[in-house]
């Protein structure tokens, strides 16, 4: 099966049951990958935690969404993909750097991501 990574703001939205705000066609990738996570959703998670605009912390989000979707947290090495993210000159947010470079270092994965800015730069993005 193909994998595909998710924003933030997709594991958010499962978390939250509001599958709705999921474009039909990331939907429809949602339901025929195995889906993967960098390490900096959780990051970024736990940080909209700690500002109050989420009210679950980064495990129980994660854990939530796993059990759920099957979603994985990617083990690909912090190395490779902070090469990946050198080349990121796009953007000056680390989160939003890490998890495209996350889905390039693994051979131009999908990345599933409603943002504009992502869609613009990585042509991969499934909106």
């Not at 339901?31 to 970024?44: G, I, Q």
């Not at 495209?100 to 909106?127: C, D, M």
Request: aromatic fraction near 8%.
């Amino acid at each position: 099966m193909p994998q595909a990574y998710l924003d933030t703001h997709i594991v958010v939205w499962l978390a939250a049951g509001a599958v709705s705000r999921i474009s039909p066609n990331a939907r429809a990738q949602l339901e025929t990958a195995d889906l993967l996570v960098s390490p900096m959703v959780l990051l970024e998670l736990e940080y909209l935690h700690e500002l109050g605009r989420t009210t679950l912390p980064a495990r129980d989000v994660f854990q939530k969404v796993a059990h759920e979707t099957g979603l994985a947290l990617c083990p690909l090495p912090f190395a490779s993909i902070a090469a990946a993210a050198l080349d990121e000159h796009w953007t000056r947010d680390p989160f939003d750097r890490l998890i495209v470079a996350h889905a390039k270092a693994n051979g131009f994965a999908p990345l599933i991501s409603a943002e504009e800015e992502i869609r613009q730069h990585y042509p991969r993005t499934v909106w």
